[in-house]
């Protein structure tokens, strides 16, 4: 197979740079949202980042309330695995019992709080630690991705990680203070070293791949990666990694080994009640979009179904073609939609640095077949001042739904005309 020879004509040496067409787009978009903001003076802001002005980083707030009497599940229901409800038990471990005390055992009654002398957010220690997450991981997103671009020779390393720390899904992780973002930087790490020379480095990257899935359990399937190497003794290791990572945490919490059926509890209830979910940005999610435009034109509740079943068949989908895609950054971003197997936020979207780091790294130059994925990538990555309706509309989640299976479709050609070009040789 020859794509790689077939670069596009008609441009200049400089704009078939795939990095520095990157950072201009990137900057053109954040001038654009900026921009937005003034005009607007900052009305705009509430249907860019989530529709409450009030709420900004609460999803580390929140978390920090719930593991106040280490009964996480049992008390609040909450939708973290154990480790990181050990990481918001250690930040707890930083706020005076005096603020603690306040607080109530209740989520309604929780939210409640929000603007009154009790909020979590009026106090320097909860504040300060919040600022310290956010910069925690804007420098470790930064630093990660540095390196990575200087270790390939990128000229535009410094911008680059510049632009990736201002991505839209950075953006709206670090705005609802989820510890996605935290995810998203282990999962840099593991991508950038499971193949080291060096072996320290190596196995602190099988870690990070677990610490990343005890966070958020979906970057697991990273660990396909690991299949397409085809070495046992690693993939073994990494899964006991990722297993200590979920039991391991169960002892600080009064529930033990309990928490994980409590937690799997939780978690199918959660799906099961969404009110609007072609609002979402997982594949089930676009399922019910498009069912939910065929209700718009014609009055049926189509979209009322439940798309549970046909987003984790369109995720495994993804995953074979993952294993059979020729580079890494196309099995990347093949894994990273199939982790949109179930309703995601837009917080989701900063896990899609993996495959755009990776392939800004291989890709120095545009080609025919490079093209659509960039596109692609683009879409998710640009923070574009595309504003949405609360509970109405989202043009951005619907271009992503779309974007889902023209790479799809794309995957299947190149896996298809791979295979003909080696029976061929």
Known sequence: MKPDHKKIKGLSPLWKKTSFVFVVLMTISILALLAVFLFT???????????????????????????????????????????????????????????????????????????????????????????????????????????????????????????????????????????????????????????????????LALISLAFAAGLKVYPCLLGVLLLKEKDAPVIIRTIIYGIAAFVLPCFAFREGLGAIPMWLNILINHTNSLESPWLGIGISNAFADGAHLIDTFFGTGLANASFSIAGILVAVVFLIIALFLKKTWMSALAITFAMLFQDQGSYFL????????????????????????????????????????????????????????????????????????????
């Open 350 to 425: 900063c896990m899609a640095l993996v495959p755009l780091m990776l392939f800004l790294g291989e890709e120095k130059e545009f080609t025919r077949e490079n093209i659509i994925p960039f596109v692609i990538l683009m879409i998710i990555a640009l923070p574009l001042p595309i504003l949405y309706t609360y509970n109405v509309c989202n043009p951005r989640n619907t271009m992503i739904h779309i974007a889902m299976p023209v790479f799809l479709i794309w995957g299947l050609l190149y896996v298809v005309k791979n295979r003909k070009d080696s029976d061929i040789q």
């Open 41 to 203: 003076r900052g009305e705009a802001m509430e249907h860019f980042w989530f529709h409450s002005p009030i709420d900004t980083g609460m999803d580390f707030f929140h978390s920090i309330e719930y593991v106040r009497d280490r009964s996480p599940y049992e008390i609040f229901g909450t939708l973290y695995p154990p480790l990181a409800n050990l990481f918001f038990l250690f930040i707890y471990a930083f706020i005076p019992e005096s603020v603690a005390e306040n607080w109530t055992y209740n989520f309604e009654e929780s939210v409640n709080l929000r603007q009154t002398v009790y909020d979590p957010r009026t106090y320097q220690s909860c504040m300060m630690m919040f600022l310290i997450f956010v910069i925690f991981v804007t420098f470790m997103v930064a630093i990660l991705v540095r390196r990575y671009f200087q270790k390939k020779g990128n000229p535009y390393a410094g911008a680059c990680a510049c632009c990736f720390v201002l991505s839209y899904g950075v953006l709206q992780a670090l705005e609802r203070g989820n510890i996605v973002i935290l995810a998203a930087g282990f999962s840099l790490f593991f991508v950038s070293f499971y193949r080291s020379d060096n072996k320290v480095l190596k196995e």
